[in-house]
């Protein structure tokens, strides 16, 4: 507090204001990167995670899952040929960062980083932006909004395909705003284009753990087919709908039962198809317009396969194993 006229007492620093700064509360993109053994978290935090690992153990593991699901998915994106990742919902920087991953493949790629958390927008203006890599504060109660910020639309081109990442994320809100939130972000984007999601999903004892433990926002445990749901007017890419662990491009996965027993991600990456009349389509929007998909698309990088080859179900993880191992020979 200062003092008389405005002046400090010696020694002391005014700590300066930072909306919806509070560190004695526990926060999302907090929570989140302590379970992924992350720095940037207090006491707060780090006591709400222990709450939710003690009724979910398996949490930190299905935290690092997801986060390997989305290098697979943004490492075949951008080996299909996708330069512009827009990754709301980011939350702190970690490794394997959306443009990490997508300038592996080509340095060309360019990345929006949106959080509605003003501070992981400082950390990733700091740690992650630079040429042609931008961090917006952007509410996903607003999609629009967010795909219309100047900021973000100066280094996306909305008229060329782009990779828009949602990832655990969607499960803060009730079934029938997640979707509407993918049903503006589809309709927003040029045939052509891609869905990341990931979420939540689990049986309704563990729902209801988590939910009760998770002081940090709402906390929603969706249905597979609620999240299914979300892909609608997409063309879901194989392996479809899976387990995030099981999620690797082109082999398939275990079919999602109705409900999941314990708590699982589930995920997939859906494409927007072509128009159908295609003439009738901007110009600008041509890339891949319509193009098939290949029998053998560009592999990920044998990294992320083996990642998946670690966590995955049975069937798909010793296929995995097995590709992964002919091809370093
Ligand atoms: C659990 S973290 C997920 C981070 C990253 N997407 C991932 O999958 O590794 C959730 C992030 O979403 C952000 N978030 C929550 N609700 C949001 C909203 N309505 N709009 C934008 N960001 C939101 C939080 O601030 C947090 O950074």
Known sequence: MTGPGGVLPAGEVEAPELPGFDATRPNVARVYDFLLGGKDNYAADRAEAARLTGVFPLLPLRARQNRLFLARAVSWLAGQGVRQFIDIGCGLPTVQNTHQVARAADAGCRVAYVDRDPVVICHARALLSGPGVIAVPGDLADPDAILADPALRAVIDLAEPAAVIVAMVLHFTDAATARGITEAITRALAPGSFVVISAGSGDAQTGAMLAREYQAGPLFNHTPAQIGALFDGLELIPPGLADATCWVPGRAAPPLPARLSGGHIVAGV????????????????????????????????????????????????????????????
């Open 270 to 329: 859906g494409r927007k198809p072509a128009p159908a009349n295609p003439a009738a389509f901007p110009p600008a929007a041509k890339h891949k317009l319509g193009a098939p998909w290949p029998a053998a698309s560009p592999a990920p990088h044998k990294a992320l396969l083996v990642s998946a080859a670690v966590f995955c179900c049975p069937g798909p993880a010793s296929t995995v194993r097995a590709e992964s191992t002919r091809r370093s020979r």
